[in-house]
């Protein structure tokens, strides 16, 4: 090899990752990539972190504690009961923000990351997508509670959703189980 | 309700261990069918239910083509009077190529007809020329001369003679959650359930109908059946007369979401039985079962209450929750404010008696 094909060796490389086109795995990665990406943006202006991130408190004040990132209420802080409300109020939330007591009872945001048991590691895009649209739990179950937003949500597009899963499906697992809903005081079942 | 809101459910079906690349891949096939039902090439469901081909044309008599069924195992619906129809282009058939998963042709029509007093609703399903189907629901005037679309988010209706006074009709995601979740989006029109060898213990028996699995073969209504289903009327093999209606029960009211075949609820519990219902399949249902927990605590039963406890009704959760109409609690969730006592007393008897050691000894036996 020559002192100049040696030179320029690097960039011919570099040029030709632009001049030849993409193999269908690296065209499909790419994909996949954006997709993910399109996915993280999607929840983090859809305000996911306000409630399925337990909340901390930080220098500034309160904050999403990232280090537990959408896994939903902490099984290790117990609620046993409604709050109780006088006045005006009508709902209440944890320090935590996963934790609403209102009318509904209380109920627990979920934890969203791919954790196999206690998350949605078994859930399948269909179950994701049938969720969000009818508002119930594992797509035709219970009634989702207060305060999660069905009525804006179920207006994603098909393709929003199927993103927003691939980027749920992509962040790291956290074993987490969150209780279930309480009934409200004058409703126990 | 409207056509084709959505074709993602079906398309982005993948297994629960999907490598990230295959959930991608799952994806863009779904685009794929959600480009096609936003094009807009399918026509609008009928305003009235007159015009799906349902009656003779000028009257509510129901048009000689379309045939009546009836399933051995009926879905409960707080004890609402039904009566049902299928409609077959002339010269197609059903393929049975995949027994437990029946292909339907192109143009099939069934309704369903829900009735107290009177007529209330009557629910349609379709399968277009592009193989997906459409669902639709038309609610009956207080004459009972016509039924119109029901609005796509349902509605709740005041009805004197339903009961709490109050009717919902599903809403067309509703729809599709329960019926894409089988392994066939027509529920209640399977192998098992047209069978001429019915179970005298089902709860809310209805009188068979003429179309049953026999007929079907017989008229050509229905191709590449498996000898063994054609040459013998499937039957749940079961221990006992009791337990083989249990579990029938089961498989009519929560196998659409509770099975290992179609696109399940992600809580490991298989409920739907296979075509034939044999020895294997009885035990594939019973092993989900047997020592199966529930992530679900709510029951009340404390967390280590097991789904079924041989011998002990009052500790086992399946119960508990059919027993519940607490929206957060109860099962079936959908469709349903009423217990159907009659189920409710046929699984506390299947699950009395019952001893852990028979449930083992059975599995074990046939594996």
Known sequence: ?189 | MRAHRSCLPRMLTVIPSASHATVIAATALALGAWARAASGDVAPLPEHLRDTGLFTPGTTEIDPRNLAFAPQYPLWSDGAHKRRWIYLPPGTAIDSTRPDAWDFPVGTRLWKEFAHTGRVETRYIERMSDDSWRFGAYVWNDAGTDATLAPADGVTLERNDAPRGRYDIPAETDCRACHEGAASPVLGFSALQLSSDRDPLAPHAEAQATLDLRALIERHLIKNVPASLASSAPRITARTPVERAALGYLHGNCGHCHNDNGAPVPVDLALAHTAGSDAASADRVLHSMIDARSRFRGHGLGSDAPLIAPGEPNRSVLLARMRSRNPQIQMPPLGTQLIDTEAVALIERWIDEQSTTSLHTSWESNR
């Open chain 1, 1 to 189: 090899m020559n002192t100049v094909t040696k030179t320029y060796w690097p960039a011919l490389a570099l040029l030709s990752c632009f001049a030849l086109p993409a193999s269908p795995a690296l065209a499909g990665d790419d994909a996949a990539a954006k997709t993910v990406a399109r996915g993280k943006y999607l929840v983090t202006i859809a305000a996911c972190n306000d409630c399925h991130t337990p909340w901390k408190e930080g220098p500034k004040g309160p904050e999403p504690d990232m280090s537990r990132m959408l896994s939903g209420h902490p099984e290790s802080m117990k609620v046993s009961a409604p709050a109780t409300l006088t006045g005006a109020w009508i709902a209440a939330s944890s320090p935590t923000n996963t934790a609403w007591s209102g009318p509904w009872g209380v109920s627990f945001t979920a934890n969203l990351t791919p954790d196999a048991e206690t998350g949605l590691g078994k859930w399948t895009p269909q179950t994701f997508a049938q969720t969000i649209r009818t508002g119930r739990h594992l797509g035709r179950g219970r009634p989702l509670l207060p305060p999660m937003p069905i009525p804006m949500y179920k207006n994603f597009t098909d393709e929003d959703l199927a993103a927003i899963f691939a980027y749920l499906q992509s962040i790291p697992a956290v074993k987490n189980q969150v209780p279930d809903p309480l009934p409200p005081v004058a409703n126990g079942g």
